[in-house]
């Protein structure tokens, strides 16, 4: 009996360890690739599965996107100035059988195969190109090794240029080229502000005097407006007076005599002055006709003043 149930001990315990060796799990992020006798027999997808052991060998793949450190390197430009330059690369394996079985050590095959274009990429550019395009370089070598690591089931995410390091001496230089460039820059800024500061000095002086002079003409303008106005009404009321005194004279019938002695009468003022000369108008015959008339009418009057009788004046007696 103690025979018996050590036999079935040990049964019981090698079908544990058989069973044990039989299930396999693999994570979501893997694939695993089942080998029989050393060759390649199918691919497990995540979960729990079933092998033979002992016949059956499964080999895990990680199907993550994986990083890989381009070590250091120093790489002539086209301008033969030595820099040092320093990158990463990301890949995802897309194809588990072709990464397991198409290349024995992929991180130090992608390493290589990066050094190695990354050397031919920024040797065709210059040092200045180089610093400024490092999009460029990124895209171009992500287009390099993309193509060249498909055969091993893989694909190059990006690639990230993570430092271009000229010389000492030429980052002294490039520092001072930079420190010229800024302070012509601030010298040209400098200038272009002081220019415009003139240019609006000289805009808001223009238009000063522009409004000055437009606040002058139209002061003039309504000043001349105002004289017009007066002058109009002035000639008008003088246009309503002499029409009121040609209406005046006409309506009493003047004389002669009358208009005689109304012209001596402006003569008078006429020669009220500091006139030496004074010129009389052509219509002056037929006035001084009238004023002889008025002349002989005082004639006349005199002369029978003198031929009346005289008066003989009364006496008390």
């Avoid at 000492?168 to 012509?184: I, P, S, Y």
């Amino acid at each position: 009996m103690e025979a018996a149930a050590v036999i079935v001990f040990i049964v019981i315990f090698v079908l544990v360890i058989y069973v044990a060796l039989a299930i396999k799990i693999v994570q979501q992020h893997e694939k695993g690739l089942t080998e029989r006798f050393g060759r390649y027999r199918k691919t497990l997808d995540p979960g729990l599965s079933m092998i033979f052991p002992f016949i059956d060998k499964v080999q895990k793949v990680d199907m993550r996107e994986q990083v890989v450190d381009v070590p250091p390197q120093e790489v002539i430009t086209k301008d033969n100035v030595v820099v040092t330059v320093d990158a990463v690369v990301y890949y995802q394996a897309t194809d588990p059988v072709k990464l397991a079985y198409n290349v024995a050590n992929f991180i130090v095959a992608a390493t290589k195969l990066a050094q190695t274009n990354l050397r031919n990429v920024i040797g065709d550019m210059d040092l200045d190109d180089a610093l400024t395009s490092r999009e460029t370089i990124n895209t171009e070598l992500r287009v390099i090794l993309d193509e060249a690591t498909d055969v091993w089931g893989t694909r190059v995410v990006r690639v990230e240029i993570q430092r271009i390091d000229p010389p000492a001496d030429v980052t002294d230089a490039m520092h001072r080229q930079m420190k010229a460039e800024r302070d012509r820059r601030a010298i040209v800024t400098e200038a272009e502000g002081e220019k415009r500061s003139a240019i609006l000095k000289a805009e808001g002086v223009k238009q000063s005097r522009i409004l000055d002079a437009e606040g002058q003409a139209a002061a003039i303008m309504t000043v001349a407006d105002a004289n017009r106005y007066e002058a109009l009404t002035l000639a008008e009321g003088e246009g309503q007076a002499i029409e009121t005194v040609f209406n005046a004279i006409h309506a009493g019938n003047p004389t002669p005599d009358l208009i005689a002695i109304r012209y001596l009468e402006a003569l008078q003022g006429i020669a009220d002055g500091q006139a030496t000369k004074i010129f009389l108008p052509l219509e002056t015959t037929s006035i001084l006709s009238s004023i002889g008339a008025i002349g002989e009418l005082f004639n006349d009057v005199k002369e029978q003043a003198k031929s009346a009788p005289k008066a003989v004046p009364q006496t008390d007696m």
